[in-house]
């Protein structure tokens, strides 16, 4: 029996956090051995912003390596580059003939990205969601995990795939928003503002990358408050966040004695933060000093790639044969 098909992308920028590990990653390893699942780094997505050619190579390794320190396993899944599939960019030039003008002006991402670089409106901002939806459609996914910030665009990507099938024939499956599981963790920015981001407030963003003192340093300037005033009082959402952290990366035993102080009123932040200190960085560094070791071996990386390539590969050109054909472009 088939499995069905799963595709994410992961941005080919920034070092990967643990919003990005409890958020979605976390997830991912558990998805590998019941999903058919690709998974892919968005370069040519990152080129809507037009990165450092030098920094670019360097950038998609690191992502590579740190997904592969956090779990996911290159045999199970489709590990790829976005650019070393073409089928993707030609599905995405046939899609952006079923996809118009008025409606892409209207997405709030495109919006965020004209207020925020009014020089650099270029026309892969405009189509992103097109791009997106050939991501997806390439592999004819009926699953995709996408925060809420991505809804809009799988729901483009549905628009589209149903626009083909009236015009050419039934081919693509309409893609649905994934939840793996109801368990995904929030973790929000350490001062309490937002979500952990890769560019907001990296001081309030543990890393994967972060060395052991700056993980440390980080935690103990978390922000808290004075302390409970009445037994069991309804907490803080950032001391929430001090407690979902600990849930995640601490033994059971550890949180229920600082809940426990807390309802009761005599939790001490001080000492709470330095046991979630260790503690987080008794889970990260393993993930870390794997990824590092990755990242020296170009080599196994670009294996790694070209194994994805092909996997994706083969499954992109059967549905690039199948939309050509009904296209009547087969010739």
Do not use: W
């Amino acid at each position: 029996m088939s499995k069905e098909i799963v595709v994410s992308g992961i941005r080919s920028t920034g070092h990967l956090h643990l919003g990005n590990y409890f958020g979605a990653m976390q997830n991912y390893v558990k998805m590998q051995d019941s999903y058919d699942c690709y998974f892919f780094v968005a370069d040519y997505h990152a080129l809507t912003t037009h990165p450092d050619p030098k920094e670019l190579k360097p950038s998609v390794y690191r992502v590579l390596a740190e997904n592969i320190a956090s779990g996911l396993d290159p045999e199970k899944v489709a590990l790829y580059v976005q650019s070393d599939v073409p089928e993707i960019p030609e599905l995405y030039l046939m899609l952006n003939m079923l996809a118009y003008k008025g409606e892409l002006e209207k997405v709030p991402t495109f919006k965020d990205k004209v207020r925020q670089h009014p020089d650099n409106v270029n026309a892969g901002l405009l189509t992103y969601p097109v791009l997106m939806a050939a991501d997806i459609l390439i592999h004819r996914a009926v699953k995709v995990p996408v925060g809420k910030d991505q809804e809009q665009h799988l729901e483009m990507a549905r628009n589209f795939a149903n626009r083909f099938n009236s015009r050419y024939g039934e081919f693509f499956p309409e893609p649905q928003v994934f939840r793996f599981n109801d368990e995904t963790v929030k973790i929000m920015s350490l001062d309490g503002n937002g979500k952990m981001s890769k560019s907001e407030n990296v001081n309030a963003t543990i890393f994967l990358n972060d060395d052991d003192d700056t993980i440390r340093k980080k935690i103990m300037k978390a922000k808290t408050d004075q302390g409970p005033t009445e037994a069991n009082m309804v907490m803080p959402d950032y001391i929430q966040n001090l407690f979902a952290l600990m849930n995640a990366v601490s033994n059971p035993g550890v949180t229920d004695t600082f809940r426990k102080a807390y309802n009761n009123c005599n939790v001490r932040y001080g000492d709470m933060k330095k046991q979630l200190a260790e503690d987080m960085v008794a889970f990260v560094a393993p993930i870390r000093e794997r990824a590092a070791e990755l990242n020296k071996d170009e080599d196994t990386l670009r294996k790694i790639l070209k194994m994805g390539a092909d996997k994706a590969r083969a499954s992109s050109s059967e549905t690039i044969k199948g939309a050509r054909k009904l296209m009547g472009i087969n010739y």
